[in-house]
């Protein structure tokens, strides 16, 4: 069995990359669009929170970010059945009915005022 590069204790931390204060990376090798959804995503959560403009990506996700994802798979493993599909469902994509720009485009057309012909 070989042994994993990165250990979970303080006093034996991989130093050959990352920082001193977080050593471990995963290096996440994103594409373009990726990387932008990555982005708004993180700064969203970082909106949402109530944090500062100037709190770096890495102790958001360290400090709110990574415990959600704990939740998350806590209820996956060992949720009563409607909880787990619920989370489950959470990671498939929206069908396009549920794009915000199709819920607007349905609320315009029922609530916008009909326009009367002059005859």
Do not use: W
């Amino acid at each position: 069995m070989s042994k994993c590069k990165h250990t979970y204790t303080e006093d034996q931390f991989p130093t050959n990359t990352g920082s001193l204060h977080r050593p471990a990376r995963f290096n996440l090798r994103l594409t373009c669009q990726a990387r932008a959804r990555t982005h708004a995503v993180f700064s969203g959560f970082r909106k949402e929170f109530g944090l500062a403009e100037s709190t770096n990506y890495a102790a958001l996700f360290e400090t709110k970010l990574l415990p959600t994802l704990e939740h998350v798979l806590r209820k996956l493993r060992h949720g009563d059945k409607a909880t787990r599909e619920f989370f489950a469902k959470l990671a498939d994509p929206l069908p396009k009915e549920d794009y915000l720009r199709s819920i607007y485009m349905r609320l315009k057309a029922r609530f916008e005022p009909q326009k009367k012909l002059a005859l």
